[in-house]
């Protein structure tokens, strides 16, 4: 199945500045960009909360990279480098295309910002909600049982 945007020819730093843009538009008050390796980041307030969404990077030395697709023979350095740029690109775009999907469906009032955003939310100690959350929802569908309530009452299993 094809990739969204994969033969783009947008570059990442344009893709960046059109997420800037549409944030303004929709009413973020701050935004932030930064990466490392393996990973860019975004980070915004808007509706008095901040957000932060991860876009992973793909592992450089990856066989798409480093091998030609239809005959499997090993690219230059150069060509390797052209052939993850390409895909970095491509997340970038995807990203760009996500927020302004989740702002207008926010905008239109098919969804509320806090449904849309809810995961990426970052919380007091730095963590986002998806962060903090998701390994406890992990943990109840292994054990089946739901974390308490109230911590210091229940034993928190679940009524079957």
């Given at each position: 199945?094809?990739?969204?945007?994969?033969?783009?020819?947008?570059?990442?730093?344009?893709?960046?500045?059109?997420?800037?843009?549409?944030?303004?538009?929709?009413?973020?008050?701050?935004?932030?960009?930064?990466?490392?390796?393996?990973?860019?980041?975004?980070?915004?307030?808007?509706?008095?909360?901040?957000?932060?969404?991860?876009?992973?990077?793909?592992?450089?030395?990856?066989?798409?990279?480093?091998?030609?697709?239809?005959?499997?023979?090993?690219?230059?350095?150069?060509q390797q480098e052209e052939a993850y740029e390409q895909a970095v690109r491509q997340?970038?775009?995807?990203?760009a295309l996500v927020v302004k999907a989740k702002l207008e469906a926010v905008e239109?009032?098919?969804?509320?910002?806090?449904?849309?955003?809810?995961?990426?939310?970052?919380?007091?100690?730095?963590?986002?909600?998806?962060?903090?959350?998701?390994?406890?929802?992990?943990?109840?569908?292994r054990s089946g049982l739901m974390p308490p309530l109230l911590p210091a009452i229940?034993?928190?299993?679940?009524?079957?």
């Amino acid at each position: 199945m094809p990739k969204y945007a994969e033969n783009t020819a947008v570059s990442s730093s344009r893709s960046r500045d059109e997420i800037e843009r549409t944030l303004s538009r929709y009413g973020a008050t701050q935004f932030a960009y930064a990466w490392a390796e393996g990973r860019g980041m975004i980070g915004f307030v808007l509706n008095g909360k901040q957000v932060r969404l991860s876009v992973p990077f793909p592992d450089r030395s990856a066989r798409e990279f480093t091998h030609t697709p239809t005959r499997g023979t090993i690219r230059s350095p150069a060509q390797q480098e052209e052939a993850y740029e390409q895909a970095v690109r491509q997340r970038w775009r995807a990203l760009a295309l996500v927020v302004k999907a989740k702002l207008e469906a926010v905008e239109a009032g098919i969804s509320i910002f806090e449904r849309e955003f809810f995961s990426d939310i970052v919380l007091p100690d730095g963590r986002t909600v998806g962060e903090y959350v998701l390994p406890q929802v992990e943990e109840s569908y292994r054990s089946g049982l739901m974390p308490p309530l109230l911590p210091a009452i229940g034993g928190g299993e679940v009524d079957r």
